[in-house]
């Protein structure tokens, strides 16, 4: 076992090098993501951030998004554009984690839009930075209906019009 974990880690790290998204599927349904694509983009199937967690991380059990260590993912994507502005998840559970190393960075350009909008689903950060939000309302960082942990992250640099 420990043997066929080690080579999965290490075809996972491959493929991440090669700039491919890697999804591991779990038993409950659940699947892990590796973004190793920084370039955002509202594109189904570009395997961006966005992409990831507003079209594929859907699974009701609850989907982990891994980043890659020391990147910086910025969502340049702004309304009016389509699926632009904040990172929207809807109502199942969402781990956004940099499993190792240096936390990685989203940071939001776009005027008056939070980095990332969590529906009624739990939202977990690890090892994430979460900065440059700016919304009209309620969480420039983070908002969510669902339980938040924020796990060895920073929030920072964002701003609310109510309850920053």
């Given at each position: 076992m420990r043997a066929r974990r080690r080579l999965s880690l290490a075809l996972v790290g491959a493929l991440v090098g090669a700039g491919a998204l890697v999804v591991v599927a779990t038993p409950s349904g659940a699947a892990t993501f590796t973004v190793s694509n920084t370039t955002d983009s509202a594109t189904a199937g570009s395997n961006?951030?966005?992409?990831?967690?507003?079209?594929?991380?859907?699974?009701?059990?609850?989907?982990?998004?891994?980043?890659?260590?020391?990147?910086?993912?910025?969502?340049?994507v702004?309304?009016?554009?389509?699926?632009?502005?904040?990172?929207?998840?809807?109502?199942?559970?969402?781990?956004?984690?940099?499993?190792?190393?240096?936390?990685?960075?989203?940071?939001?350009?776009?005027?008056?839009?939070?980095?990332?909008n969590q529906g009624t689903g739990s939202l977990t950060l690890h090892n994430v930075i979460v900065t440059g939000g700016n919304a009209i309302g309620a969480g420039g960082g983070v908002a969510g209906a669902g339980a938040v942990t924020i796990d060895s992250s920073t929030i920072t640099g964002n701003g609310a019009t109510t309850f920053g």
């Open positions: 961006s951030l966005r992409d990831v967690i507003q079209n594929q991380a859907t699974a009701a059990g609850g989907d982990e998004v891994d980043l890659v260590p020391g990147a910086t993912y910025t969502l340049n702004c309304p009016p554009t389509p699926g632009g502005g904040e990172l929207a998840h809807g109502s199942t559970p969402l781990i956004l984690s940099t499993p190792s190393g240096a936390p990685a960075t989203i940071q939001q350009p776009c005027a008056s839009q939070r980095v990332l």
